[in-house]
C-alpha cells in the first residue's frame, strides 16, 4: 500500500498517518520530521533547511526528492508507506511517479484556513518522544507536559500566526494542486477534516476499502 497524504498545515495529517500505519503496517514517512531531525541534530542539510523553514516556504524539489529516494529504500518501506507531507508540489509528485510506478491512493483531509490557524497555533510537541498534542482537540492530560514520558511540551518554530499564514498560503499556491492532479487519475479521496479525529480515520479506512 502506497499512500500519500495532502492536507492544509495542521489539517491532521500527522494524526492520521500515525493511525493508518498502525491499520495497514506500513512506514511513515513524514519529510517535515526529517528535516526537523536534521536541524536538531546540526547536520549541513539541516542548516541549509532552517531558514526556509522557519518562514513557512519550501525546501528544493530536488533535495526532498533525494531524501525520499533514500528512506523509502529502507527496510520497513518493503510493505509500504504513507507519505505524510510529500508531495507537496506538482513536480514532486511527477518525480515520485517517476521513481515507483504510481501511489496507489492520495487523501486529501480539507479544512477551512480560520480552523487550520486556529489549530496550529495551539499544537504541541514533545522533543523527547516526538508525540503531539493539541491544546484545543488532543491536551495532554497535564498542561505543557508530555503523557507519554514526562518531557515539557514545546511548540514548533513555524507554529507561529506569521509562519502559519505563511503556510497556509504556501499550501493554496504550491500543494493544492496536488489535488486536481490525482483526481485526474482517480486516486483521490477526499475526507471532511473537521469531523473528530476518529471519524476522519474511519473515513479514510472505509474510502480506502471501497476501491480494494
Ligand atoms: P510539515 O512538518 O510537513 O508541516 O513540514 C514542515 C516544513 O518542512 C514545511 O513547511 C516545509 O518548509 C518543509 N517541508 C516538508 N516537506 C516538504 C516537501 N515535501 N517539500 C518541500 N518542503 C517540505
Given at each position: 500500500?502506497?499512500?500519500?497524504?495532502?492536507?492544509?498545515?495542521?489539517?491532521?495529517?500527522?494524526?492520521?498517518?500515525?493511525?493508518?500505519?498502525?491499520?495497514?503496517?506500513?512506514?511513515?514517512?513524514?519529510?517535515?520530521?526529517?528535516?526537523?531531525?536534521?536541524?536538531?541534530?546540526?547536520?549541513?542539510?539541516?542548516e541549509k533547511?532552517?531558514?526556509?523553514?522557519?518562514?513557512g516556504g519550501?525546501?528544493?524539489?530536488?533535495?526532498?526528492?533525494?531524501?525520499?529516494?533514500?528512506?523509502?529504500?529502507?527496510?520497513?518501506?518493503?510493505?509500504?508507506?504513507?507519505?505524510?507531507?510529500?508531495?507537496?508540489?506538482?513536480?514532486?509528485?511527477?518525480?515520485?511517479?517517476?521513481?515507483?510506478?504510481?501511489?496507489?491512493?492520495?487523501?486529501?483531509?480539507?479544512?477551512?484556513?480560520?480552523?487550520?490557524?486556529?489549530?496550529?497555533?495551539?499544537?504541541?510537541?514533545?522533543?523527547?518522544?516526538?508525540?503531539?498534542?493539541?491544546?484545543?482537540?488532543?491536551?495532554?492530560?497535564?498542561?505543557?507536559?508530555?503523557?507519554?514520558?514526562?518531557?515539557?511540551?514545546?511548540?514548533?518554530?513555524?507554529?507561529?500566526?506569521?509562519?502559519?499564514?505563511?503556510?497556509?498560503?504556501?499550501?493554496?499556491?504550491?500543494?493544492?494542486?496536488?489535488?486536481?492532479?490525482?483526481?485526474?487519475?482517480?486516486?483521490?479521496?477526499?475526507?471532511?477534516?473537521?469531523?473528530?479525529?476518529?471519524?476522519?480515520?474511519?473515513?479514510?479506512?472505509?474510502?480506502?476499502?471501497?476501491?480494494?
Amino acid at each position: 500500500m502506497k499512500l500519500v497524504l495532502i492536507g492544509a498545515p495542521a489539517a491532521g495529517k500527522g494524526t492520521q498517518a500515525k493511525r493508518l500505519i498502525e491499520h495497514y503496517n506500513i512506514a511513515h514517512i513524514s519529510t517535515g520530521d526529517m528535516l526537523r531531525e536534521e536541524i536538531s541534530k546540526g547536520t549541513e542539510l539541516g542548516e541549509k533547511v532552517k531558514s526556509v523553514m522557519a518562514s513557512g516556504g519550501l525546501v528544493s524539489d530536488d533535495l526532498i526528492i533525494e531524501i525520499v529516494k533514500a528512506r523509502i529504500a529502507e527496510d520497513d518501506c518493503k510493505n509500504g508507506f504513507i507519505f505524510d507531507g510529500f508531495p507537496r508540489t506538482v513536480v514532486q509528485a511527477e518525480k515520485l511517479d517517476e521513481i515507483i510506478g504510481h501511489i496507489d491512493r492520495a487523501v486529501f483531509i480539507n479544512a477551512p484556513d480560520e480552523v487550520m490557524l486556529q489549530r496550529l497555533t495551539a499544537r504541541e510537541t514533545c522533543p523527547k518522544c516526538g508525540a503531539t498534542y493539541n491544546k484545543l482537540s488532543l491536551p495532554s492530560k497535564v498542561a505543557g507536559v508530555c503523557d507519554a514520558c514526562g518531557e515539557k511540551l514545546t511548540q514548533r518554530k513555524d507554529d507561529t500566526v506569521e509562519a502559519g499564514k505563511a503556510r497556509l498560503k504556501t499550501f493554496h499556491e504550491q500543494s493544492e494542486p496536488l489535488v486536481d492532479y490525482y483526481k485526474k487519475q482517480n486516486l483521490l479521496f477526499e475526507v471532511n477534516g473537521l469531523m473528530d479525529i476518529d471519524e476522519v480515520t474511519k473515513s479514510i479506512i472505509s474510502g480506502l476499502g471501497e476501491k480494494a
